[in-house]
């Protein structure tokens, strides 16, 4: 018993520790946001600004007046680009788990050696193809490409073969068909599989910043992460600008989690039963 509650301390320790490194930066970046570049350029390391101001994040709106564009291209990239994944892969995956037609264990070993291929083996093949159907530069080539992932379809195929099968067949029983029973039924009870990958899923779109890198050329089509690629370059030395900036980028991914935060352990679990 000893043993086992210093092993037990000795994690604890090592996860704060780990946790107040990773924390520590963040906090500073978020409280730079506040303070003037004087102070920040000062040398003295404080976490509470000694002049708080909001001056940062209104300059970053106006100074730079495509700012709220890119906020607004990646809101839209990263919602209907996880809407796409949430229904595509949940589809596949029930499909895989629930359903027998012909070729299904091929379909399944090609979704598993998609797995292994690298997204940059990919990225030149994307690029032509998106050129030849003319949507460079445009939301769809943005999106639809990244409508499907092969991960999330193997992650929900694991989850709704873990289903419990009795919901199924009581649904089935009082007259529902496999449409009916897939979205009046099943995924509504899964719930902490899709938290989870929509919380992966939305974070791929937002952190994204080789796609758009490749395929938007129009600044004002351009993403947060590309938008904040040449903000950076223009105000390289105002750095309360560049965190406030960095603070609007960070602050969408926080929301999402705090609120998904309750299915995400159950939805790593790929447990089915309730």
Request: proline share 5%; no cysteine.
């Amino acid at each position: 018993m000893k043993r086992r509650s210093s092993g037990k301390s000795i994690l604890y320790i090592l996860l704060i520790g780990y946790a107040i490194v990773t924390v520590i930066p963040f906090l500073w970046a978020l409280s730079s946001s506040f303070k003037t570049l004087g102070e920040i350029v000062s040398g003295t390391i404080n976490f509470i600004p000694k002049d708080f101001t909001f001056d940062n994040y209104r300059q970053i709106f106006t100074t730079e007046p495509l700012f709220g564009r890119w906020l607004f291209n990646s809101l839209f990239i990263a919602v209907i680009g996880t809407l796409l994944n949430l229904l595509f892969n949940s589809m596949a995956g029930y499909a895989l788990a629930r359903l027998s037609f012909p070729g299904k264990k091929s379909i399944f070993i090609i979704i598993l050696a998609v797995l292994m291929i690298p997204f940059q083996v990919t990225l030149i093949p994307n690029f032509l193809l998106l050129k030849e159907l003319g949507w460079l530069n445009t939301y769809q080539g943005m999106i639809i490409p990244g409508a499907v992932n092969a991960t999330f379809i193997f992650m929900m195929r694991q989850f709704f073969i873990n289903f419990p099968k009795e919901v199924e067949e009581a649904a089935a029983i009082d007259g529902l068909g496999k449409f009916g029973t897939f979205f009046r039924i099943v995924l509504p009870l899964a719930k902490p599989a899709l938290a989870a990958q929509t919380i992966f899923v939305f974070m791929a779109f937002w952190n994204d910043f080789m796609r758009p890198l490749v395929i938007l050329a129009d600044p004002e089509m351009f993403t947060l992460t590309l938008g904040l690629n040449s903000f950076k370059g223009q105000f390289i030395s105002y750095w309360n600008y560049i965190m406030a900036a960095s603070m609007v980028f960070t602050l969408p991914i926080l929301i999402l989690y705090a609120f998904f935060n309750k299915y995400f352990v159950k939805g790593i679990s790929f447990t089915g039963g309730k």
